[in-house]
């Protein structure tokens, strides 16, 4: 009798204690139900799932997804590439309210938010592309040669853009301002009680290759760092509760470690390690890149304890049948990805699972597979 109350006792102490514990933070949960997730398989994510699909766009409640498998991604992308110019809607044509609208029912419905961001050019107005930039100023530095100003043309190199939006640069207070812009959207993206929605967060992503203006080729690896500092500091210190931070280059293939550790922002400024993954060569190169790939990644994931998962993938316009499951799914199954998240579906071009794509029957039949995750199977994951 005694026995059984100085149990109950501390069975009630105990509980008092869990109860006590601070609460954990939107973003906290968020990491911890990734982990939790991690542990029974890999889920599906697509980009812009909610908006359009191959042969659709802009129909409420409507997704390639679910009328391909029966269910959402658990997954849902979105892009803020506009939001910095105050634009209505961003670079491939969503409202930001629509977008604001389809985060807040996702996420009511149990599922992961990632946010990716393509703004454009702060310093010369173009798009987040900037070999174009480039090229039409090798051209104009023709010119300047010519008429002896030479030092004047280099002032305007697209490769100096992030040095110009630095601390001490002349586009600093323009891109504070673009910051503040993606703080406030970020910040109307609340649950019904009113509590921050967590996000995945993917800034200054595929930075080693040069194609975006914060590429390896048109900036150093201090301004690189400069810059992923201080948009985390600004982000975090208006949304300190809700943002998880994904660091996701590019495929590569030949990475050495150190060569891939030169741009990590850090452990404490990171909690996913993503990767963008297309085919765009040959099926025989994309095999072996992805695989040495997601063999450091791993490595370098275990060392620094972080979450691994493919941010950006697939195929375009679906031209071999079997290439999920046949060249896609052997890979990464070799390894613990969160999830993977193929790009947009739209009418030009699409990337992710779709009735009226070619590979259709292989992806429905891949995703009756336990450990491939789709909404019904994460939602109840706390
Ligand atoms: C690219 C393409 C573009 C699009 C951009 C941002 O990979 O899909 O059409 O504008 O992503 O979503």
């Given at each position: 009798?005694?026995?059984?109350s100085?149990l109950?006792i501390t069975?009630?102490?105990?509980?008092?204690?869990?109860?006590?514990?601070?609460?954990?933070t939107?973003?906290?949960?968020?990491?911890?139900?990734?982990?939790?997730?991690?542990?029974?398989?890999?889920?599906?994510?697509?980009?812009?799932d909610p908006?359009?699909g191959i042969s659709?766009?802009?129909?409420m409640?409507?997704s390639d997804?679910?009328?391909?498998?029966?269910?959402?991604?658990?997954v849902?992308?979105?892009?803020?590439?506009?939001?910095?110019m105050?634009?209505?809607k961003?670079?491939?044509?969503v409202p930001?309210?629509?977008m604001h609208?389809?985060?807040?029912?996702?996420?009511?419905?149990?599922?992961?938010?990632?946010?990716?961001?393509?703004?454009?050019?702060?310093m010369?107005?173009?798009t987040?592309?900037?070999?174009?930039?480039?090229?039409?100023?090798?051209?104009?530095?023709?010119k300047?040669?010519?008429?002896g100003?030479?030092?004047?043309?280099?002032?305007?190199?697209?490769?100096?853009?992030v040095?110009?939006?630095?601390?001490?640069?002349?586009?600093?207070?323009?891109?504070?301002?673009?910051?503040?812009?993606v703080?406030?959207?970020?910040?109307?993206?609340?649950?019904?009680?009113?509590?921050?929605?967590?996000?995945?967060?993917?800034?200054w992503?595929?930075n080693?290759?040069?194609?975006?203006?914060?590429?390896q080729?048109n900036?150093?690896?201090?301004?690189?760092?400069?810059?992923?500092?201080?948009?985390?500091?600004?982000?975090?210190?208006?949304?300190?509760?809700?943002i998880?931070?994904s660091?996701?280059?590019?495929?590569?293939?030949?990475?050495?470690?150190e060569?891939?550790?030169?741009?990590?922002p850090?452990?404490?400024?990171?909690?996913?390690?993503?990767?963008d993954?297309?085919?765009?060569?040959?099926e025989?190169?994309?095999?072996?890149?992805?695989?040495?790939?997601?063999?450091l990644?791993?490595?370098?994931?275990?060392k620094?304890d972080?979450?691994?998962?493919?941010?950006?993938?697939?195929?375009?316009?679906?031209?071999d049948a079997?290439?999920?499951?046949?060249?896609?799914k052997?890979?990464?199954?070799k390894y613990?990805?969160?999830?993977f998240?193929?790009?947009?579906?739209?009418?030009?071009?699409?990337?992710?699972?779709?009735?009226?794509?070619?590979?259709?029957?292989?992806?429905?039949?891949w995703?009756?597979?336990k450990?491939?995750?789709?909404?019904?199977?994460?939602?109840?994951?706390?």
């Amino acid at each position: 009798m005694r026995l059984r109350s100085v149990l109950t006792i501390t069975l009630l102490t105990v509980c008092m204690c869990v109860a006590d514990a601070a609460p954990k933070t939107p973003r906290e949960q968020l990491i911890g139900r990734l982990k939790k997730i991690v542990k029974t398989g890999y889920m599906y994510g697509h980009q812009d799932d909610p908006f359009y699909g191959i042969s659709w766009d802009w129909d409420m409640d409507r997704s390639d997804t679910k009328e391909l498998v029966g269910d959402y991604p658990a997954v849902m992308g979105f892009d803020l590439g506009g939001i910095e110019m105050g634009d209505a809607k961003n670079l491939d044509s969503v409202p930001f309210q629509r977008m604001h609208d389809e985060i807040v029912r996702h996420h009511e419905r149990g599922g992961i938010i990632t946010i990716s961001w393509h703004p454009r050019n702060p310093m010369i107005g173009t798009t987040a592309w900037i070999e174009k930039d480039i090229e039409e100023y090798e051209k104009a530095m023709v010119k300047f040669k010519e008429a002896g100003l030479e030092s004047l043309g280099k002032q305007i190199d697209p490769r100096l853009t992030v040095r110009s939006i630095l601390k001490g640069g002349r586009k600093y207070d323009r891109f504070q301002q673009w910051l503040g812009r993606v703080a406030d959207f970020m910040k109307s993206l609340t649950d019904q009680k009113g509590n921050p929605i967590p996000v995945i967060f993917r800034p200054w992503h595929e930075n080693n290759g040069s194609w975006f203006w914060w590429g390896q080729k048109n900036c150093s690896d201090e301004e690189y760092h400069e810059l992923w500092n201080m948009t985390q500091d600004y982000i975090n210190s208006q949304l300190p509760t809700s943002i998880v931070w994904s660091f996701s280059p590019n495929l590569q293939g030949n990475w050495a470690e150190e060569e891939w550790m030169k741009r990590y922002p850090g452990d404490d400024r990171v909690d996913l390690i993503g990767e963008d993954a297309y085919q765009w060569g040959t099926e025989a190169d994309f095999k072996r890149q992805l695989d040495a790939d997601l063999q450091l990644l791993t490595q370098i994931c275990e060392k620094h304890d972080k979450l691994l998962a493919m941010t950006e993938c697939g195929y375009q316009n679906s031209p071999d049948a079997t290439w999920w499951q046949r060249v896609f799914k052997p890979i990464i199954e070799k390894y613990k990805i969160a999830y993977f998240l193929p790009w947009r579906n739209y009418k030009k071009e699409h990337f992710g699972a779709s009735k009226e794509a070619n590979t259709a029957d292989d992806f429905k039949a891949w995703s009756k597979q336990k450990n491939f995750l789709f909404l019904n199977d994460i939602k109840k994951v706390k």
